[in-house]
């Protein structure tokens, strides 16, 4: 398969994975609403990020090796499932501000690196990712493929995850949409705080 084709069907394939919902969609659309545009934007590059560490160890041939592995498994479930329960918790101890707190909010935001660190142990610990790599790297691997055409995909791969979440945030932060949630933030902030202890609780008691 060529470079084109390649990222033709990369293209098709992964877009779909990235704009299916999930722990990556909830945490991002909670981030927004929550810390605004800056804070989402930053939570999605983390997203995108976390992409380097699947694509990394599917290029070497581990994904076959962690997806077989029912204790490698098990060990990224646990962290995985923990970290997303960890951060539902967070969103639904959330309250009600008022315009005095919002803006110490505002001044007090959280540090870029650590948004991004947020968004990247989120993809990062997703234990349904090696199976899925697997899967898609099938389809335009193969054994002679140069490594410069490696990065490239893996590359692009994270270009369509950054823009498809940079596309969501900015939605979410869009004035007229972001007035309609703010005076209810703090209960959106609980919903998806409880769709992420979920999602947690469902990769926990998923088998391996």
Not at 59 to 86: D, E, F, P, Q, R
Not at 107 to 120: D, E, K, N, P, Y
Not at 143 to 168: C, E, H, K, N, R
Not at 177 to 195: E, M, P, Y
Request: net charge positive; hydrophobic share 55%.
């Amino acid at each position: 398969m060529d470079l084109l084709q390649g990222l033709a069907l990369i293209t098709a394939v992964h877009f779909l994975a990235a704009a299916s919902p999930g722990p990556d969609f909830v945490l991002v659309s909670q981030q927004t609403l929550s810390h605004g545009k800056r804070t989402g934007l930053l939570c999605s590059l983390g997203i995108a990020l976390g992409l380097s560490i699947h694509i990394i160890y599917s290029s070497l041939g581990l994904a076959a090796v962690i997806a077989n592995s029912t204790t490698l498994l098990w060990i990224i479930k646990v962290l995985g499932g923990a970290y997303l329960i960890w951060l539902g918790i967070n969103g639904l101890r959330a309250k009600a501000v008022t315009a005095d707190e919002e803006q110490i909010a505002v001044t007090q935001q959280r540090s870029a690196l650590r948004t991004v660190g947020m968004g990247f142990l989120c993809n990062a610990l997703n234990p349904k990712a090696p199976v899925y790599f697997i899967s898609l790297f099938t389809l335009v691997l193969s054994a002679d493929m140069p490594a410069w055409q490696l990065a490239i995909y893996g590359a692009w791969m994270m270009v369509i995850q950054l823009t498809w979440f940079s596309s969501v945030v900015m939605m979410l932060s869009n004035p007229v949409v972001n007035r309609r949630f703010k005076a209810i933030s703090h209960w959106i902030d609980r919903v998806l705080g409880g769709a992420m202890v979920l999602l947690g609780l469902k990769v926990l008691i998923s088998r391996v």
